[in-house]
Structures are given as structure tokens and as C-alpha cells.
């Protein structure tokens, strides 16, 4: 499944808070077979959850979005748990 820039940008851009969690695709479980290629994984991502932007976990809808110059994963991640360990 090959998708445009056009179909990235659309599903980029849909407002989660107008999407009910019932209508999203529920990829709770889905388990990541490590034994296929990132290429095979993110095909049968793309599958299960059909918009990579927006899907649903546990009955609750997920957006991700990504910050062109926000930081690294590692470093949000790190503070976030930096931050739950001190109880803030």
C-alpha cells in the first residue's frame, strides 16, 4: 500500500477531538512481529490501523503528531520519566 504525500497530509490532519474512539481502529494487543523487516511492520501497521496519525488504544483515540524541531523521542521519554519519578 503505497500512499501520496496528499493521503499523508489528510490523515496528518484530522482533528481527533471530532473523531469518536469507536470509530477508530483499535490496535490495542497488536503484537510486533520483530522477525520481519521495519518495511513488513509498517505495512501490517498500516493495515490494522489504516491512518498512522490516528487510531485507537484501549477504547481511547490516539493522535501522534511530531514537532519539526521538537526533540528527540529518547529525549522527551527520559524526561517524562524523569518527571513521573519525582512525582511532578
Not at 523487516?37 to 481511547?60: D, M, Q, T
Amino acid at each position: 500500500m503505497k500512499l501520496t504525500a496528499q493521503e499523508l497530509e489528510n490523515m496528518r490532519s484530522v482533528n481527533i477531538g471530532a473523531v469518536s474512539a469507536d470509530m477508530l481502529p483499535e490496535v490495542d494487543g497488536m503484537a510486533l512481529d520483530h522477525t520481519l523487516s521495519n518495511k513488513e511492520r509498517i505495512a501490517r501497521f498500516l493495515h490494522k490501523a489504516a491512518n498512522p496519525y490516528c487510531f485507537c488504544v484501549g477504547g481511547v483515540g490516539v493522535k501522534i503528531e511530531f514537532a519539526e524541531d521538537g526533540p528527540a523521542l529518547q529525549d522527551a521519554l527520559c524526561a517524562f520519566l524523569l518527571r513521573q519519578r519525582s512525582g511532578l
